[in-house]
């Protein structure tokens, strides 16, 4: 006997239908699974033939053929195991099916018949539901993620058996929609808070303007100086997550199976801050079905890189696409995968090697040459993606203790989220922030008054700016116009701007 | 024998001698001490040179025993060694021709050897001196006022800073500055002196290079850019043997050469242990002004100057204390720092010198911090800051916002969050103002984000 169930296979966040067959017959005793298989479905098999004897069925001494179709698909990862078991009892009449429409399953089976939580669940019930798959079986663990997506039955399952129910009876109780807007206002608030850092008046006014125009910004200083704490701070000033974004966060972060268990969605925005030995997939994504890499982990988040030249320039170069397009496409043979990474990259370093060069306690023991071989790491291409760069000064403990709690980090978000609103009314929604306006569009759209023209003037001939320089001044003053809500960019703002380019003659 | 014949005989001595000064220490103070004077040392025979430092040669002047010392340490100690042994043992030979090999040999009775250094105690009997047109400069020399900057290889920002601001003033009044051309504040000065002369008339040379090593190694070899210039507008002088190779017992050396040149001593940074006060130790014994550069209290690179400043050396804030003290005028125009050589008083007293001097004009610019909008080339240069009355929003007064930040630029450097908190204005106020005093060529910024005012 022959049944079918359907399911789902992933390849970088895109869906691909895989029908699940399976056959019975009277021969000599054997279960194997063909339909390009990897490793972990093959041993499915064992974990299938388990969980059914487990849950009380009968695995008959036939000959059990599984296919997954269509055949030349790879097939991953654990998530088979459920549709495997189903078919199989559908097709030895252990289990019946009622209820209108298609089922889909998805999930791992335990030994016992417990059905464990797999990765990835939210690109699939997407898929699922562009192809109009009415209802999914899908892990109890992951049914809040799955509710996630309006128009599909998600009906979670804790064990096989009740999975045999749930298809047999067609009316199981499908798992209600999470309430976002709730989740989004709750996990909103993180054990960071602006208000922590003490001082730093300077670089909490860039940190300001970076999250207000999406600028990626390089913050030069000292080790001790607090780089990582204030960049950890930057993801709670920027505008709180929208529904759509926490989504497509979200999307990300369970393909690549981050997405702790019972938790819908990610409601902050991410910041990543991986190692600087990290390699090219590791940062960028790959693999042989490439998965996501911190680029993509901190879509529409942050990706912050510590000690910025001890990356691997290999790494630094693969970073220049994402940053240009705010996405990553892996390409392979076959295919090719795209991730999203639109992301705000803050890029720290120390201003030599030692650490110490122009700080005012400590002597800087670097000789010339290898502060030369240190700043040459870092390629033009790159820096011209990056509009902010300030300098961290080591801030003494007593000052530490002199120094108040700073304004919350809601109430610089308030201001922040009101310059994106005129960002977009500006912009319109095809770029999203001033950082991402290309260079023609600077023209058009940044308006200088005739000072503010004679200053960036100046400025090009004065302290050598290049053309491009002055393009990203210009973004960069547009964003401060935007936070004060004025209605061009006067002298103020371009000042201001400068004082924040990232090209600085070096002593 | 004649008189040519003995002063050809005494400059032969000297020679032998700087050969085998070149490899052991404390050979020219102890001929010295034994006859008296290295004047009178030149006269002694050979024998009774040889038998005076052949002791020497025995002792090994309480250095660690070869055996003790590993690898290479181990074989240029042995090295020396011979070649102390061979140069002892060598004949008295003329002088060299000179010019030799584009360098010149000054033995000590030449006309040409530097006077100030005559007078020491343990003079070197032979300078080696390179440098285009090394026999005018010299001569020149002698002539010229000569102040040593030295100090620290590992200076902060601060220290390579004073080192720039006082070896260009003291050569743009017409010091030439000496120093030993190592890292940090050595070739900050010597550069800046280099530089502040570039175009000046006169035959002194604007920065001397004394080394620790023969003229034909250039150490440390990052400083190459230094030595080309020395050699081209300056002069390098050595009292070490060509091929010399620099090793830790010969700096101190070179340090007594480095006084003995000079008038003066300025220190800028070191630690308790640094060589430069070494070279301010030496200049004491020598009878020379000794300066210290103050720094931070409690910073190990003020050690060295704050003590000698607790032994009574000379504050120096700027290259005008120490013309004032050797009674040398300002011959330059100009400078931003100028604290005034008698009394200058509170802050707000000197900020105002320093506008009149930015004017160009000698004339007091009135009473008060008020007084900065009106007077100076800074006040001008704003003028085309400022925002038009048509500017919508109108914001706050750019300009008047950069003449206060200017002020506190004025009273000292610092980071735009320090400058905030002085001037008593908003961080992003600052950073624009700072911004437009920097495209106005008013204001400067160095690593670390710390901010002066520009010359």
């Known amino acids: ?507 | 024998m004649g008189r040519g014949s003995d002063r050809q005989r005494r400059a032969a001595t000297a020679v032998w001698l700087a050969r085998v000064a070149s490899n052991r220490p404390g050979v020219v103070q102890r001929a010295a001490k034994r006859f008296g004077s290295l004047d009178a040392a030149l006269d002694a025979s050979l024998p009774a040179l040889r038998a005076c430092l052949a002791a020497k040669a025995a002792t090994a002047s309480g250095r660690a025993p070869a055996a003790e010392r590993r690898g290479r340490a181990a074989l240029e100690a042995a090295q020396e060694s011979s070649r102390f042994v061979s140069a002892l043992a060598a004949a008295l030979e003329p002088p060299a021709e000179r010019p030799h090999d584009g360098w010149l040999l000054v033995t000590y009775d030449d006309e040409l050897y530097p006077p100030r250094l005559r007078t020491t105690f343990d003079p070197p009997p032979a300078l080696f001196v390179a440098g285009q047109g090394a026999a005018q400069r010299l001569g020149a020399l002698a002539e010229a006022p000569a102040v040593a900057v030295v100090g620290t290889r590992a200076p902060s920002a601060y220290g390579r800073e004073m080192a720039r601001l006082i070896g260009g003033d003291l050569a743009r009044a017409g010091v030439v500055v000496v120093s030993g051309v190592a890292l940090g504040i050595d070739v900050c000065a010597q550069l800046a002196a280099l530089e502040a002369a570039a175009d000046r008339a006169s035959d002194a040379p604007p920065s001397v290079g004394v080394l620790g090593c023969g003229l034909d190694i250039e150490h440390p070899r990052s400083n190459a850019a230094a030595f080309r210039a020395l050699r081209e507008h300056g002069l390098l002088v050595t009292e070490f043997w060509p091929g010399t190779p620099p090793s830790v017992w010969r700096f101190p050396a070179r340090n007594r050469v480095i006084a003995g040149l000079s008038q003066a001593v300025v220190v800028v940074e070191g630690s308790r242990r640094s060589g430069s006060r070494i070279t301010a130790e030496l200049a004491v014994e020598a009878s020379r002004e000794v300066f210290a550069v103050p720094g931070e209290a409690g910073r190990r690179l003020s050690e060295a100057p704050h003590h000698l400043l607790r032994q009574g050396a000379h504050l120096c804030e700027a290259a005008d204390d120490v013309l004032a003290v050797l009674g040398l005028e300002r011959t330059y125009g100009g400078s931003v720092r100028a604290p005034g050589t008698e009394g200058a008083g509170p802050a707000v007293e000197a900020r105002d010198h320093t506008d009149a001097a930015g004017a160009g004009g000698g004339s007091s610019a009135g009473e008060g911090a008020p007084s900065v909008g009106g007077a100076g080339a800074g006040a001008q240069a704003l003028g085309g800051v400022e925002a038009p009355e048509s500017a919508g929003g109108a914001g706050p007064d750019l300009a008047a916002d950069a003449r206060a930040v200017l002020r506190a630029l004025h009273d000292a450097p610092g980071t735009a969050e320090d400058l905030a908190g002085r001037a008593g204005l908003e961080a992003r106020v600052v950073t624009a103002a700072l911004s437009a005093l920097e495209v106005e060529g008013l204001a400067e910024c160095a690593p670390g984000g710390v901010y002066r005012a520009a010359r």
């Open chain 1, 1 to 507: 006997m022959l049944a079918r169930i359907t399911s789902e296979t992933l390849f970088g966040l895109q869906g691909h239908a895989v029908e699940v067959e399976a056959d019975v017959v009277a021969a000599a005793p054997a279960f194997s699974i063909v339909g390009l298989p990897d490793a972990a479905v093959q041993e499915s098999r064992e974990r299938v033939r388990a969980a059914i004897v487990n849950s009380g069925f009968e695995f008959p001494s036939r000959r059990i053929t599984v296919n997954l179709a269509p055949a030349d698909l790879r097939k991953e990862g654990p998530g088979f195991d459920l549709p495997i078991a189903l078919a199989f009892l559908l097709a030895t009449g252990q289990a019946r099916r009622n209820g209108g429409g298609e089922v889909a399953a998805l999930g791992e089976l335990g030994l016992d018949g417990a059905v464990r939580p797999v990765s990835g669940v939210l690109a699939v019930v997407e898929s699922l539901r562009r192809r109009g798959v009415g209802r999914v079986l899908v892990p109890t663990a992951n049914a809040a993620e799955a509710a996630l997506v309006q128009g599909v039955g998600v009906i979670p399952v804790e064990r096989l058996r009740d999975a045999v129910g749930a298809l047999g009876s067609g009316a199981a109780a499908a798992a209600a929609r999470p309430d976002v807007g709730a989740l989004l206002h709750d996990g909103s608030a993180g054990d960071a808070d602006f208000a922590d850092v003490a001082g730093q008046a300077v670089v909490k006014r860039a940190l300001e303007i970076a999250a207000a125009g999406g600028h990626n910004l390089l913050m030069v200083g000292p080790p001790g100086s607090g780089k990582t704490m204030l960049a950890r701070r930057l993801p709670t000033i920027m505008p709180a997550l929208t529904v759509d974004e926490a989504i497509a966060v979200t999307r990300v972060h369970s393909v690549a199976g981050l997405l702790p268990a019972r938790v819908p969605l990610v409601t902050r925005r991410p910041f990543r801050a991986p190692h600087h030995s990290i390699s090219v997939p590791g940062l960028v994504g790959g693999g042989s079905s490439p998965r996501p890499g911190e680029v993509s982990l901190a879509h529409l988040g942050v990706l912050f890189l510590d000690e910025f030249p001890e990356f691997r320039v290999s790494a630094l170069e693969a970073l220049r696409q994402p940053l240009e397009d705010g996405e990553v496409t892996i390409s392979r043979a076959l295919t090719s995968v795209t991730y999203p990474a639109r992301i705000t990259l803050v890029a720290a370093m120390n201003p030599c090697p030692c650490g110490f060069r122009g700080d005012r306690e400590r002597q800087c023991t670097c000789p010339g040459y290898r502060l030369q071989q240190y700043r040459s790491r870092l390629s033009g291409p790159l820096l011209d993606r990056i509009d902010l760069r300030l300098e961290v000064a080591r801030v003494p403990p007593r000052e530490h203790r002199l120094a108040g709690r700073g304004e919350s980090s809601a109430a610089v978000r308030a201001r922040v989220e009101e310059a994106r609103r005129r960002q977009r009314a500006r912009l319109g929604g095809a770029i999203g922030a001033n950082a991402h306006m290309t260079a023609p569009q600077v023209r058009r759209l940044c308006k200088l008054d005739a000072a503010a023209t004679s200053l960036l003037d100046r400025a090009y001939d004065r302290l050598r700016l290049s053309a491009r320089a002055c393009d990203r001044v210009a973004k960069v003053a547009q964003t401060i116009a935007d936070l004060e809500g004025a209605a061009g960019i006067t002298v103020s703002h371009v000042a201001e701007a400068l004082s924040y380019r990232v090209e600085r003659g070096q002593g």
